[in-house]
Each structure stands twice: as structure tokens, then as C-alpha cells.
């Protein structure tokens, strides 16, 4: 188990304005381990631990896509489905820029630039989600419900 101090980040200071009751988990982190070693340290499904993914347009706009830990975004249907010709991930740096947090830590609550939120449409049916409490190491557990009152995120079809 990682630190047992619970970091207070920009997410978890938008879940506490918001009145959403949230769980905190952290583990052990491991650079590019992504959601199979959170999935594993935490002892709960990959399909359930949500990634917080920022990507970009052909104009460069930059938006969040939520995704299970699972599965991969189509990248080009998401494209069809929102008018632009190409959407891609952002480099690094960009993505931190925009969200205002480290890649690996990424949070969709308390980004520090406000961006439109896609979310696959079959997260919002699993009981619990476990995603990005803004820090490397550090997930926050969640309803689907408070995410989608929160965020009020745009529902897709884009993973495969």
C-alpha cells in the first residue's frame, strides 16, 4: 500500500463541494502500469476502474473521454460522432496543461480548464466506478450517478 495519507487535490476538493460521497483508495503506483496494477493493488474489476483520458480535436480543442479500464477508445467514430475529422490523445504535456494534472494522476473533477466530458455509456450502469482522484497512486470510488450529476458528462459508443 501506498502513503496512508489521503491527498486533498482539486477533484477531491469538487466531489467535497459537490456533497458526493466518494471512497478513497490509494496503491501502490507504477509508471505506465495504468488501470491493470490499480485494478490489481485494488482488488477490483479492470472493466470498473475508469480512465480519464484527454484528447484533442482536429482544431486542437481539447476534451475528456472516460473510458473502462478495459477497453480502448475508437478514436475515429468518436471523431464522427462529434463533427470533427480526427480526434487524438494530447501530448503529455498538453493534457497536463489543460487539466492541470500529472498524466497518470489525471481527474476529470477539478480540471484546471473546463472541457467537454465523453463518457462510454455502459459505465453509467455499473453499481461503482473507481477513477482518478487527482493524483499518481490514488482512486476515488464513486456511483455512476453523482459522476453523470457532477460532470454531466455526454454518453458515446466508441469502445472497443
Known sequence: MAKDKIPVTPAVRALR??????SDHLYAYEDKGGTAVSS???GVDEHAVIKTLVMEDDRGQPLIVLMHGDRQ???KELARLIGARSVEPCRPEVAQKQSGYL???TSPFGTR???PVYIEDT???L????INGGKRGYLVGLAPADLQRVLQPIPVSVGH
Do not use: D, W
Request: glycine content about 12%; proline content about 4%; hydrophobic content about 50%.
Open 127 to 130: 453499481p461503482k466506478i473507481f
Open 73 to 75: 477508445v475508437s478514436t
Open 17 to 22: 463541494a459537490a456533497g458526493v460521497t466518494f
Open 123 to 125: 459505465i453509467l450502469t
Open 103 to 105: 498524466v497518470g494522476g
Open 113 to 115: 480548464h473546463q472541457m
Open 40 to 42: 490489481r493493488e485494488l
